[in-house]
């Protein structure tokens, strides 16, 4: 079973950068397409971002097309979320999952199969 451990939320201003990872346990980790997804309180679990297994294709929502972008690396079996121009509005726990295929990026987060604990993102004004 894949275990995702993310990391490298926090507290950031408007305007500011943050960089997420999610680590996997698993090898098999790199044949898989990843998504992040985010989870304000008392709101569902959306979609930010995805990518294919080997980085060469990715997904965004139109809230942080521009802005934030998604490397992976696999020879550390770990996938990013890089954040700029943050705002308050991207205040959530954010969650990374492991796909089903190596080349669909679903939006669904039903869709997806093993799941991180996620990580705290705080954006202030």
């Known amino acids: 079973q894949v275990q995702l451990v993310e990391s490298g939320g926090g507290l950031v201003q408007a305007g500011g950068s943050l960089s997420l990872s999610c680590a996997a346990s698993e090898l098999t980790f790199s044949n898989y397409a990843v998504g992040w997804f985010r989870q304000a309180p008392g709101k569902e679990r959306t979609f930010v971002a995805a990518v294919n297994w080997n980085g060469g294709t990715t997904s965004y929502s139109d809230p942080v097309k521009g802005g934030f972008t998604i490397p992976r690396d696999n020879a550390k079996n770990t996938v990013y979320l890089q954040m700029n121009n943050l705002k308050p509005e991207d205040t959530a726990v954010y969650y990374c999952?492991?796909?089903?295929?190596?080349?669909?990026?679903?939006?669904?987060?039903?869709?997806?199969?093993?799941w991180g604990q996620g990580t705290q993102v705080s954006g202030s004004s």
């Open positions: 999952s492991s796909g089903r295929t190596r080349w669909a990026l679903p939006r669904d987060p039903a869709i997806y199969g093993y």
